[in-house]
């Protein structure tokens, strides 16, 4: 099984990620589960979710402590949360940042990668809403999840036009950070 | 089993509160009446959403002010003969409190969905059992489920039992708030020609009808009150085959059984036995797993229905165990034990066994219940196995520094 926990601020899409994440998981052949940080939903307040992702159904129903990945929207919650908090030391942090992962000084053994993510929702979808962006990037730097299974998670969500622009950033997200791993 | 994997093609990601209006609304209501609250919020936006959108045929929902109109207002629809539903949690099912009495008394088959959580003070949306536990004594059917798919599925389960001619009570379907209620996971969604195969229409007996004038529930003297308290525990008793019936029938229709009134997990030749209700028990799964893995006999019982409480049953299903360890969400303040453990006990005694039984209140206002912890009680219930009771009931995870 894989544990995700996502970090944002309310308003960001958490959440919604976190459900997106677990229906491409789904689509993929896999079981899933998704849920927030129960109750504390308040805008530009730090929030998390969370997804797990596994071969068989999933029975356990506790919080996520020792996360697989993690993924941060929003830089300025490094400031004020410890977003590594209980990664694995093989995990994947994942970091919506134009900085490079070497200047950003985590105190963690796992791996932290960055993506500009803001940048690539700016260019395509017109607005800094990252939050699909991000689990674009989540596909290519993990392999957990078919990045064509997220757009289409994505597209069924947002109809139209909205949901195809979202699709095409995350593809661009999915191929930038693929570019950074090889 | 209860996540059938051979419905893996007919499942969809959706969210738990979705998934219980969704049954709801398959199971043909005809009044609706609540009130929201969190976390049973979603549940009413969604059954609002549907009727908004025409798809609960013959159906009224009714607006009100509380909780207490709510419940009030389906036990007059109940009386003129139509199928209720309704919804709440906490707080909001407190207020209902004194007519969920008029509802049992007056043996109306409404059925509620309680997204189960905390009682204040101090305010806590989170989840406990605390509040349907405290109705344990309304004469209302209380069913605990243990998943998102078990929360639907309860629902055409307990209308049915609820509506038979020799039951006759209302009937609390009950889910973990938040745990359950706000989780999104693959689900079947119930089909409409299978619930309506397995849920006949209601058909009442008695109906508030001008042109055949009839009271309920108006007035008892001391000659005849006690019979209808008599006629209620009957009810319940003969409720106990029935929801047995009711989930067999549910599984040869639908092919997924979540147990009737318990249900074992790994418990055939198991020492230790860990019995507890809802949610927690996926996680306590888990860790027999790994229990089970390592050459250790733990086993799990599962108690869905707690009202009818099935003293035989459990009775069968523990005698032979070194050791059971109860894990109450809840806590009769003053005895230090919460609600399964008095009562296991209690149809214990007079069981010709002797087995220790110890009892642990966890999750307290939502208090998360971690893998660890779960393993820290089995290896406390291998230690009474062996050298006896030391604390019978404690709570769990107290955090000393705070004290």
Redesign the interface.
């Known amino acids: 099984m894989k544990e995700i926990r996502i970090h944002g601020r309310g308003g960001q899409g958490s959440v919604t990620a976190a459900e997106l994440l677990s229906a491409a998981a789904f689509a993929d052949g896999k079981f899933s589960q998704a849920f927030p940080a129960f109750g504390v939903e308040r805008r530009g307040a730090p929030v998390q979710a969370f997804t797990r992702i596994s071969d068989i159904p999933i029975r356990l129903r506790s919080q996520i402590y020792t996360p697989d990945y993690v993924i941060v929207q929003d830089a300025t919650l490094l400031e004020t949360v410890d977003v590594a908090s209980g990664i694995k030391d093989d995990g994947i942090i994942i970091i919506n940042t134009k900085e490079a992962s070497e200047n950003l000084k985590l105190d963690t053994k796992a791996k932290v990668m960055t993506v500009d993510a803001t940048r690539v929702a700016m260019e395509i979808i017109g607005r800094p809403i990252v939050n699909t962006v991000l689990l674009g990037a989540f596909a290519g730097a993990t392999g957990e999840v078919e990045v064509e299974s997220i757009k289409e998670a994505v597209k069924e969500r947002f109809s139209g036009k909205v949901g195809v622009k979202n699709a095409e950033a995350i593809q661009e997200a999915y191929e930038r950070i693929k570019r950074k791993i090889a | 089993m209860?996540?059938n994997?051979e419905d893996k093609g007919k499942?969809v990601?959706e969210e738990g509160s979705y998934a219980v209006a969704h049954a709801a609304k398959i199971c043909r209501p005809n009044v609706i009446s609540a009130y929201p609250i969190?976390?049973q919020t979603h549940i009413v936006e969604d059954l609002s959403q549907f009727i908004a959108d025409g798809e609960i045929p013959n159906c009224e929902y009714i607006n009100v002010e509380s909780e207490f109109s709510a419940i009030s207002a389906l036990v007059g629809a109940s009386a003129v003969g139509a199928r209720t539903y309704s919804a709440t949690t906490s707080q909001g099912l407190a207020l209902m409190h004194e007519v969920l009495f008029n509802a049992a008394g007056m043996r109306l088959p409404i059925i509620m969905t309680v997204a189960n959580r905390a009682l204040g003070a101090p305010i806590n949306?989170?989840n406990d059992h605390q509040d349907s536990i405290s109705q344990r004594d309304t004469g209302w059917l209380q069913l605990y489920a243990e998943?998102l798919q078990e929360s639907a599925d309860m629902l055409p389960q307990i209308f049915k039992v609820a509506e038979d001619k020799d039951i006759r009570l209302p009937g609390m379907a009950c889910m973990?708030g938040?745990?359950l209620s706000?989780?999104?996971?693959?689900l079947v969604l119930l089909e409409q020609d299978l619930t309506d195969e397995f849920l006949p229409a209601y058909e009442p007996e008695h109906v508030l009808d001008p042109k055949n004038p009839m009271s309920f529930g108006a007035f008892a003297a001391p000659d005849t009150y006690e019979e209808f308290r008599y006629l209620q525990e009957q009810a319940m008793q003969k409720a106990l085959p029935k929801i047995e019936a009711a989930a067999k029938e549910f599984g040869e229709i639908f092919g997924r059984f979540h147990g009737g009134l318990i249900d074992e997990y790994r418990t055939d030749d198991a020492e230790v036995i860990l019995m507890s209700m809802g949610?927690?028990?996926?996680?306590i799964?888990?860790v027999v797993d790994e229990y089970r893995a390592r050459g250790e006999k733990v086993g799990v019982l599962k108690v869905r229905s707690f009202r009818p409480f099935p003293k035989e049953q459990i009775r069968k299903a523990i005698k032979d165990a070194a050791v059971v360890a109860v894990l109450d969400k809840n806590i009769s303040i003053g005895t230090n034990e919460g609600a399964l453990f008095t009562e296991t006990k209690s149809c214990m005694y007079n069981a010709r066994c002797d087995i220790p039984i110890i009892g642990y209140t966890i999750g307290h206002g939502?208090r998360?219940?971690?893998?660890e912890t779960i393993a820290k009680i089995i290896e406390e219930a291998k230690g009474v196995a062996t050298s006896g009771i030391k604390t019978e009931s404690q709570f769990v995870d107290v955090r000393e520094e705070l004290l």
Do not use: C
């Open positions: 209860a996540v994997i499942m990601v969190t976390p949306i989170w998943d973990d938040f745990i706000h989780v999104y996971e693959p949610s927690i028990l996926g996680t799964k888990d939502g998360d219940i971690r893998m």
